[in-house]
């Protein structure tokens, strides 16, 4: 499974990947992708809606079921991926990439280390 | 809602589904695979080629005695009398007000011994029901722990056969011997697409269900999971028992009125029926798709008439065949018939849907 070192985890299965000026995209990652499987939509939040840390902000659905996706951080989405609404299987094609979720603008940085690192997010989901 | 292992039943094929990388979950109380690669694979498997499930969790009920039919015939909904010897019918077990018990497939095996076929969480209730209400002289064998079985379903099954030999006409039953195992096969399943069921002794299920394998390896046959099994029966409009069926509701109020005798002059459940019938239903069960893009509907979802709740989805998924979401529901009567429009609110946000004609899916031929 895909890890990318770059990357910080929560533990329920969402990347955030900090840009420049404290915004940050968050998407979930390949393990979380490949338990879900046939990503059929994806329910995204609004521009400009404040959210804390863990808190439920997008949907995530397959065939089988809804999935709620939580924020890694707390802050203000500034961007949701539009693309998503027409090809919502990005999400499992390319988790890193294309089928990022949404991004938001850190409220706190310090929050960020309340998150995992690639080694111990490998580690979490029994992944050498 | 998932069970832990330790509380689940395994089928003798729990080894096949694990060496097979299957994702297990609970379903009625049993350990099942969900999917092996994923729902929408093997769901277009089953539709382009054929697919193979495990449905050793079903029961399987045997009922013999002088005057067998005539007792089942006052127990169950549909009409016995028209089967001949080696021909089965979808059929249903109410309770006294009508309500479904279970829906079933019940055989004509012998003149008078019945096999029936019977939703794997139900099993003890419906063997306590008909043991309740059985004469002397008449047995109800439960042999649901002696018996392995498995569905194989899609457009290539009969073809696959054919190395055995013919399979039976449609919800007909007989036995043949495959990989040197007695097994019975019946064309019938819960896809909408071609295929057959076979019921085999436990101890035999690996042996048999290798063989298929290697029988529909030319074929593209795929193992396919519960997963795809809900998606396509809902594509054809099979209800689901405990979600689109239960003691609540009844099977004029399904849609299944073409499986109910009310010529029969008595069957557990028939006074409410024809009471029904006679004041006309105040719900049906509706086959909804919702509009292109829509969020999955999934059951509970509540169905709307502009701002009149007029219904609640009792199953739903995203068609992997229409590429929308599907549901079935119970609607008020005058918002039902095919062609109307309404809405399914997920999240509390209101997606347009239409009723339509079932099945959903149909095949080609």
Avoid at chain 2, 308 to 319: A, P, R, Y
Wanted: glycine share 8%; net charge negative.
């Amino acid at each position: 499974m895909l890890v990318p070192e770059d990357l910080k985890y929560a533990e329920t299965h969402e990347w955030l990947r900090v840009d420049t000026d404290n915004v940050g995209t968050v998407g979930i990652t390949e393990h979380a992708q490949a338990e879900l499987t046939d990503i059929v939509y994806v329910e995204l939040p609004q521009v400009g809606t404040k959210v804390t840390a863990k808190q439920a902000t997008a949907v995530v659905e397959s065939v089988k079921a809804a999935s709620d996706i939580y924020s890694p951080v707390s802050g203000e989405i500034t961007e949701a991926n539009a693309e998503l609404e027409s090809n919502p299987a990005l999400v499992n094609t390319e988790p890193y990439g294309k089928g990022w979720l949404f991004k938001i603008r850190l409220q706190d940085k310090g929050e960020l280390s309340n998150l995992k690192d690639a080694a111990a997010y490998r580690a979490q989901i029994g992944d050498e | 809602m998932e069970a832990t292992s330790s509380d689940l039943q395994r089928t003798p094929l729990y080894a096949e589904h694990l060496s097979l990388r299957a994702k297990m979950i609970g379903f009625s109380g049993w350990e099942m695979p969900i999917y092996y690669t994923s729902i929408v694979t093997e769901h277009r498997a089953v539709r382009e080629r054929a697919g193979i499930f495990d449905i050793s969790h079903m029961g399987e009920v045997e009922v013999s005695g002088p005057s067998a039919q005539e007792w089942l015939n006052s127990m169950l909904t549909n009409n016995l009398a028209r089967l001949e010897i080696g021909e089965g019918q979808y059929t249903l077990m109410l309770n006294e007000r009508g309500g479904v018990i279970d829906d079933l497939i019940i055989y004509r095996r012998f003149e008078e011994t019945y096999l029936l076929v019977i939703n794997a969480a139900k099993i003890a209730e419906d063997v306590a029901w008909l043991q309740d209400h059985c004469p002397e002289g008449i047995t109800v064998a439960d042999q649901s722990r002696l018996f392995a079985a498995v569905a194989v379903q899609g457009p290539k099954a009969s073809e696959l056969f054919k190395a055995i030999a013919e399979l039976p006409p449609r919800n007909h039953i007989a036995k043949f011997t495959i990989g040197g195992v007695p097994s019975l096969v019946a064309r019938t399943g819960y896809t909408g697409e071609d295929g057959f069921e076979s019921f085999f002794p436990a101890e035999t299920a690996t042996a048999v269900w290798s063989t298929f394998l290697e029988l529909g390896e030319s074929f593209g046959l795929s193992p396919c999971g519960l997963g795809a099994r809900d998606t396509l029966r809902m594509e054809a409009c099979y209800p689901l028992n405990g979600s689109d069926l239960n003691a609540q509701t009844t099977p004029l109020e399904a849609g299944l009125a073409a499986f109910v005798d009310l010529k029969k002059t008595d069957f557990v459940g028939r006074d409410v029926l024809v009471q029904q019938q006679a004041n006309g239903l105040t719900r049906r069960l509706a086959a909804l798709k919702l509009a292109p893009k829509s969020a999955p509907p999934r059951a509970h979802y509540p169905i709307y008439f502009g701002t009149k709740q007029v219904g609640e989805l009792t199953s739903g998924t995203q068609s992997p065949s229409l590429g929308t979401g599907i549901g079935l529901g119970y609607v008020e009567i005058e918002f039902s018939k095919p062609g109307q429009a309404l809405t399914v609110d997920v999240r509390g946000r209101k997606f347009p849907a239409t009723v339509e004609k079932k099945p959903l899916y149909k095949r080609a031929c």
